[in-house]
């Protein structure tokens, strides 16, 4: 039988379908004991409408694979970070024309500083590699991405935002 930490490596993110729940580093941890799997996952962000289908997923390809007893946990501290995708995971969203996030800002503890104004982000165009690209809506598809244009090439593109 494959390992349980292999079956859950494979399972794809519902939103993101390039790249594996380990890519994106939302898959946490696997533990086996006397037939039991339990698997941690974290959300990439408060609300994620995705982990109902995450959880599913996951029990699915381990249930598939001789496993009867499977435990999917939310496991919410520390907070997931956009630091935390793969180089693999970064690759294969550039080679499906989404543009990676670049580092995420550092946090400190304590009070959010409140900072007025839109960020300014640096996206380079994950189609030709043009520097100069401008953001068309702070939303995508999803909430973690945006919407951007290429101005070199006119292709439009997603964009995961840094969290």
């Known amino acids: 039988m ?3 930490q292999a079956v859950a490596e494979t399972v794809t ?3 993101l ?3 594996t729940l380990a890519d994106l580093g939302v898959l946490r941890e696997v533990s086996e004991a006397d037939g039991r799997v339990v698997v941690s996952i ?10 109902d289908t995450m959880r599913d997923d996951l029990v699915h390809a381990l249930t598939a694979a001789g496993y009867h007893e499977v435990e999917v946990r939310t496991v919410l501290q520390p907070a997931w970070s956009t630091d935390w995708i793969s180089e693999s995971g970064r690759r294969k969203l550039a080679e499906a024309g989404i543009a990676p996030p670049g580092t995420a800002p550092k946090r400190t503890s304590g009070p959010i500083p409140l900072t007025l104004g839109a960020p300014v982000r640096r996206v380079a165009c994950p189609r030709c590699g043009a520097p100069d690209t401008e953001l068309l809506s702070e ?3 999803t909430a973690c991405k945006s919407l951007r244009r290429c101005r ?3 292709e439009p593109f997603e964009h995961v935002k840094e969290i």
Request: hydrophobic fraction near 35%; proline fraction near 16%; charge should be negative.
């Open 17 to 19: 379908p390039m790249v």
């Open 139 to 141: 939303f995508s598809g």
């Open 13 to 15: 993110d519902p939103e």
């Open 2 to 4: 494959v390992s349980a």
């Open 42 to 51: 974290t959300p990439t962000y408060t609300g994620c409408p995705a982990m």
């Open 152 to 154: 070199a090439c006119a």
